[in-house]
């Protein structure tokens, strides 16, 4: 059969798993570097740390299962490890590392059956037992520009910098006016989030994601700064800083953006990113946590389902929507 002259209309051809999986880790790289750049080799020494814990945990799950082991080849556990280790602080001990990706894998992959049934995503599962456990070492960040150093310092990051000068009643203007604190600590950030936006936009561009989910973050963080700001921009940050600071950039696009456990109709996507982006907004304005990132995730990935069941998509060829389940 003569396959060249198949009619359309065609369907586009995805990658598989592991294709995908490689494609978001190319994507990383740009981040990676400005990272290791600004805070030191300790960045290296995360990524290392987690994706051999979570690949190793894999492993010895799947064997405990009776499954196939060889299933590590999805490159899905290196790729948790990877995510999991660009959130935490680079002078992070070794067993930090260690212990999130265990606990990323284990409780938030394999306790559900493995790859495609995770209801909440993998790497902030981890993240969030690492963040309650151990609040210490978890929030201790050296300072960018001086991870290289022999001596680096560590410091507070500029979200929690700033949320810390607030509760001790000084104004925004006061805190952005700290010797070092726009040269070193925002602009440090800036740069990251930078990068992770270059591979985001990659991402984009080989439709492995789609735009609704990275927007609805924005937006949703974005609007509720913009509100906030414009009312008393003395206790409340720009959307700038709120877009640039964090664990923004990298959440909006590599996170947020897992498959399995977000929302997957078109409409269910840009409510699920909206609702992540207002979320994260209100944790760092008002909780307890300077960047709420994985929280909002983790609450948004709960509502993920009834999403989907309200925001059906319209069935191919006819004007109707699908039923809900």
Not at 80 to 91: I, Q, R, S, V
Request: proline share 7%; with cysteine; charged share 10%.
């Amino acid at each position: 059969m003569n396959r060249d002259l198949i009619s359309s209309p065609h369907l586009r051809v995805q990658p598989n798993v592991r294709g995908v999986m490689l494609r978001v880790l190319a994507a990383l790289l740009p981040g990676i570097a400005v990272f290791t750049g600004l805070f030191g080799p300790g960045v290296l020494l995360n990524l290392l740390w987690c994706i051999a814990a979570a690949v190793l945990t894999e492993i010895t799950v799947m064997a405990l299962r009776g499954r196939d082991w060889r299933v590590i080849v999805d490159g899905s556990a290196v790729l948790t490890g990877a995510l999991l280790a660009l959130a935490l602080p680079p002078d992070a001990p070794w067993w930090l590392p260690v212990l999130g990706g265990f606990f990323a894998v284990s409780l938030g992959k394999q306790v559900y059956g493995g790859i495609g049934f995770n209801p909440f995503n993998p790497a902030m599962v981890g993240y969030v037992v690492l963040l309650i456990s151990f609040p210490v070492a978890m929030t201790a960040w050296p300072s960018p520009n001086l991870g290289w150093a022999t001596d680096a310092v560590s410091q507070a990051t500029a979200l929690d910098h700033a949320r810390t000068a607030l509760t001790q009643g000084r104004t925004l203007t006061e805190v952005f006016a700290d010797p070092g604190f726009e040269s070193a600590s925002v602009r440090g950030w800036l740069w990251v989030s930078l990068a992770y936006l270059v591979g985001g936009l990659f991402l984009l561009q080989q439709r492995t994601i789609r735009w609704q989910i990275p927007l609805g973050v924005l937006l949703g963080m974005g609007l509720m700064a913009l509100i906030f700001w414009g009312i008393d921009s003395d206790r409340y940050a720009s959307p700038l800083f709120h877009w640039t600071s964090g664990a923004a950039m990298l959440g909006a696009f590599f996170i947020a953006t897992d498959p399995v456990s977000a929302s997957t109709t078109p409409r269910g996507r840009l409510i699920f990113g909206l609702g992540v982006g207002v979320l994260t907004w209100i944790i760092r304005s008002w909780g307890g946590y300077p960047d709420g990132f994985a929280f909002a995730v983790l609450l948004m990935n709960i509502l993920a389902p009834t999403i989907d069941r309200y925001t059906p998509t319209r069935v191919y060829g006819t004007g109707r929507r699908m039923e809900r389940p």
